[in-house]
Structures are given as C-alpha cells and as structure tokens.
C-alpha cells in the first residue's frame, strides 16, 4: 500500500491518513505504525525529523496480527521527502508542493470512489476528507476539489449524516457551479432535514443544469 506524504507532515497527520487501512485490515485505530528500526511513530515530530524517507517502510502490527503472521505494510511514496530529506538540509517541505498534492488527493479519490461502489461507505468518507486534506489551499484545482465535497456528499447521504451532506454538497457548488449532481444531492440533505423550500430551490437548479435527469424531475413532481 504506498502512501504520499510530505517532509513536513506531522507523524499525526500521517497516523491519521493510515486510518482507512489499518480499517479496512481490522486493525485497532489508536494502534502507531512502527519505524524502519521498530520505533513507534512519534505523532508530534514531523516525518523528516524522524529520519523518514521515500520508498521507506512502516509497519501496521499488533499482538494479534504477530499471533497469525500478518502485518500490512506501508510504502511511502516518491514525494517531496525526496526533496527535502537530502542531507544538506536545504531543502523546502514545500517544493513542487501542489503538483504532488493533486496527484496524490486524485490517488485517493479513485480509491474512495472503489469503496463508494463497493458499499463501504464509512471508508470511502474517510478516504475523501484525506484527499481533500492533501490538496493544498495554493493547488488550484477547482475542479478535482469540487469532485471530492461532491462525492463525499454521496457517501454522508448513504450514511444518513444530512447536514454534513448538505454542507459538502453545497461546497461543491461554490467551486463548480454547474455540478447538477452536487445540486441534487443538495436537495436531498435538505429534505431530509426538513428544508423543504431549500430542497424545492436545489432540485430546481439540477433540473436546469441536467434536464433529462428523471430523479430531480420525480423530487418535484
């Protein structure tokens, strides 16, 4: 399982992007990935003064896990650690930042939009907020940002969280307008909390935007 990160992410915001895995291999979530030399990762240090660099190995075990002879294994991946972990120091955490961040928050949401399909919707959840974690407000991709609030509305409604589908839904709508799927699914949180006129004004704009869409057209019939 490779994983991007950067040199100056903190071993939490790291421990925190590993919580889809150690999920979906039923390990326990407070449970710390182990180092190359067995080590604990230290949640407040950052990953490069941890001595952590590309292609590196971490280790997601527990006693359980040793008892059956199973561990998973996490890869970092080619990222800024390249960069910024030469031993001259001088290197900015922040290099080619953006391109990294995008290609890496794309990774995750094809893996999220695996789980959506799947019906794991708790992990999909997960692994859009960490995409939309990984891209950085200096990016600039609109577009793959949009898709993210978008999909993760779909995954709060198949989880009944209607007001954080609402708000998802509508996020996406101020970074893509024309988004009829965004404005549907709008619609949806907001009956489902009640806001029936609010629900009536979404449906309508995603009929406009998508007039053949029959599941917009049913909502006001």
């Not at 399909?117 to 950085?136: D, M, P, Q």
């Not at 993760?152 to 708000?167: G, P």
Request: hydrophobic share 45%; aromatic share 4%.
């Amino acid at each position: 399982e490779a994983l991007y990160v950067r040199a100056g992410d903190s071993g939490e915001r790291l421990n925190s992007a590993l919580l889809p895995l150690k999920e979906l291999n039923g390990l326990p979530r407070e449970l710390l990935p182990l180092l190359p030399d067995g080590r604990p990762l230290n949640l407040r240090r950052t990953l490069q003064d941890q001595g952590l660099r590309a292609g590196m190995v971490l280790l997601l075990k527990d006693a359980a896990a040793t008892a059956r002879g199973r561990d998973d294994r996490v890869v970092l991946g080619p990222s800024d650690l390249e960069s910024s972990g030469s031993e001259g120091g001088g290197g900015d955490p922040d290099d080619d930042g953006p391109l990294a961040a995008e290609a890496c928050a794309f990774q995750l949401k094809e893996r999220a939009n695996e789980a959506l399909r799947a019906g794991f919707f708790e992990r999909a959840r997960e692994l859009y907020t960490v995409a939309l974690a990984t891209l950085k407000p200096t990016a600039g991709d609109e577009e793959l940002a949009g898709v993210l609030f978008c999909n993760r509305a779909l995954a709060h409604l198949k989880l009944k969280a209607w007001a954080d589908a609402r708000a998802d839904a509508a996020r996406c709508l101020e970074l893509e307008p024309g988004s009829a799927k965004a404005a549907y699914r709008l619609g949806v949180a907001s009956m489902e909390l009640g806001e029936a006129e609010a629900a009536r004004a979404a449906f309508r704009s995603a009929l406009a935007l998508a007039p053949d869409d029959g599941a917009s057209r049913a909502a006001l019939a």
